[in-house]
């Protein structure tokens, strides 16, 4: 599914932390919302998702050209990974994983062994088999994080959606996830945007990169269009790049 | 429990003799101010023997007085419940202008004197206050009624649970609950599946302390009550009757009673808070802020 945001702002108290963006995510496309804290970016993915909404009437969200502007999370259906994963600390990890089914009603709930295979395979495809019966706080930092993204992917969502996904980890594990997430987007071709501050990340992973500043969005390109050609002053001392004045 | 060898919770090594007097002091101080008095209702409930000491509940009128109380109790403290729930999540989940004076709002009670809480009421409901008459004219009884003693002690207990969740939800944050919702919840499957759990512990804790308070509240039910025997009088104010007509045994009998709520009440505290550090003690996630020590409001 493509996205599309148009003319997005949002103020905190007075604050501005978007002011008027627009973008185009492609359907299967993985790009990288990249900026220095404060830069909105979270904002932006948060607005997105559905949980916070954008300031004006102007600003308009579309999933393919369906507009979602003003509809709430649980009708858009966007899988949300959280920076702090965001576990269900007093659920099991099979019951985390299958939250998204079973709060469905029960006109559209999966029978009892369908949730259960569900569970087997998610885990499979995160490496974390026979988790099951484990609760979140009895795993590392790494598994915690692959739980949540198998816990968002169980509802079958066409966008994820990533806030800092590596953000908590330490470097070996964030080096070995972010391969693997790139493997697991080749396999599923999920649209997918995620956000970080880690320059390198974004470069490494992302199809497309989105570089954000104070709200604005200061460049969009593919890496190599972003590393040959910074558009700004900011772009190019953000990356550390000769910048021809 | 502190063991007599003193070790140190802090780096910085206070001489012995400072740590010993404090810790010296601190005891004493307990001891005399709240154990010796303890013990004294205790004693006294006995002295005249286990048969007085039954007796006191066998008499109507005593009866009459607990079972108004738990009367009281029940529906004040779910009343309060849902109520501080509500609150907590008002102003925990939204900035809204006035937030801060809104919680200051609800900490009211424990900054004024309960009596003020029963004179209000008695002037709004009262037959010479603003809707006496009018109230009258139907037939309606609140003052000097059950209605009253259950005003009164919501007033005096409306705070308690509020004081207890607000912190703690603030420390727990609401990314679980936007999780949930992304995952496809509604509203009330958020509270019920999510947020419920997480704050039960919490929750309970502040029930028991609204119980504990709602059960022993003296000042603004005893403005209300009227001190109508068998019909108003809960157990203080009943312990209050028994005292002031010389029945020392049969009030310390019955004030035995209601501090046999207050050790229970404390037994839980104890339990929850050991609960929680337990919980907090598996490892986590560093960045998580842990449950913070609810707030013990002052009683």
Redesign the interface.
């Known amino acids: 599914m493509s996205i599309r945001v148009q003319n997005i702002s949002k103020v905190f108290e007075r604050f501005p932390a978007l002011n008027g963006v627009t973008l185009e995510v492609k359907q299967g496309d993985l790009l990288a919302l990249l900026g220095p804290s404060g830069s909105g970016k979270t904002t932006l993915l948060r607005i997105i998702?559905?949980?916070e909404f954008p300031h004006s009437n102007d600003g308009k969200v579309f999933f393919e050209d369906r507009e979602v502007t003003w509809s709430?999370?649980?009708e858009?259906?966007?899988?949300?990974v959280?920076q702090?994963?965001?576990?269900?600390?007093?659920m099991t990890i099979a019951e985390n994983i299958a939250?998204?089914l079973r709060?469905?009603p029960r006109k559209t709930r999966p029978p009892e062994a369908e949730i259960q295979k569900k569970i087997k395979d998610l885990l499979a495809m995160v490496q974390l088999p026979g988790l099951e019966h484990r609760?979140p706080?009895?795993l590392s930092?790494g598994q915690?994080q692959r739980i949540?993204l198998a816990?968002?992917l169980?509802?079958e969502p066409k966008i994820l959606l990533l806030d800092e996904p590596f953000g908590?980890l330490d470097a070996k594990v964030r080096k070995e996830l972010r391969k693997w997430l790139r493997e697991f987007h080749n396999q599923t071709g999920l649209t997918t945007i995620f956000v970080t501050h880690d320059q390198d990340e974004a470069f490494e992973l992302a199809d497309h990169i989105v570089i954000l500043h104070e709200g604005k969005i200061q460049q969009a390109g593919t890496p190599h269009e972003i590393l040959s050609r910074p558009a700004n002053r900011f772009v190019a001392e953000f990356l550390d790049l000769p910048f021809p004045s | 429990m502190s063991s007599l060898a003193l070790t140190s919770r802090t780096p910085n090594h206070d001489p012995k003799l400072v740590a010993y007097t404090l810790t010296a002091l601190a005891i004493s101080a307990v001891g005399i101010f709240l154990v010796l008095p303890l013990v004294a209702v205790f004693a006294e409930a006995f002295s005249k023997g286990p048969a007085v000491y039954f007796g006191t509940f066998r008499d109507p009128v005593t009866q009459n007085a607990i079972w108004l109380t738990l009367q009281v109790a029940v529906v004040a403290v779910p009343l309060n419940t849902i109520f501080g729930l509500a609150a907590a999540w008002t102003v925990t989940r939204f900035t809204f202008p006035g937030r801060r004076f809104l919680i200051s709002l609800i900490e009211l009670p424990l900054w004024v004197s309960p009596v003020i809480g029963g004179l209000l009421y008695t002037l709004i409901f009262g037959l010479q206050g603003w809707l006496g008459p009018w109230l009258d004219e139907r037939d309606i009884h609140i003052i000097f009624a059950y209605p009253g003693l259950v005003l009164a002690t919501i007033f005096v207990t409306f705070p308690f649970v509020t004081r207890v969740l607000i912190p703690l939800m603030e420390s727990l944050g609401q990314?679980?609950e936007?999780?949930?919702?992304?995952?496809?919840?509604?509203g009330w499957?958020v509270f019920w599946?999510?947020t419920l759990?997480?704050i039960k512990l919490g929750l309970f804790y502040g029930v028991i302390l609204c119980n504990a308070r709602a059960m022993g509240e003296f000042g603004a039910v005893s403005v209300v009550s009227g001190h109508i025997r068998n019909r108003t009088n809960t157990i203080p104010l009943q312990i209050e009757i028994l005292h002031s007509e010389y029945q020392f045994a049969h009030a310390f009998a019955l004030a035995s009673l209601l501090s046999m709520l207050g050790i229970l009440t404390l037994l839980l505290k104890v339990y929850l808070e050991k609960q929680s550090t337990r919980r907090t003690a598996?490892?986590?996630?560093p960045?998580?802020l842990r449950h913070r020590d609810p707030a013990v409001p002052t009683t």
């Open positions: 998702a559905g949980l709430s999370a649980y858009r259906r966007a899988g949300f959280f702090h994963y965001a576990l269900f600390n007093h939250f998204g709060v469905r609760f706080t009895q930092g915690r949540a816990r968002a169980a509802v908590a | 990314a679980e936007e999780a949930a919702v992304t995952l496809g919840a509604r499957q599946r999510i759990p997480r598996s490892p986590a996630p960045e998580r």
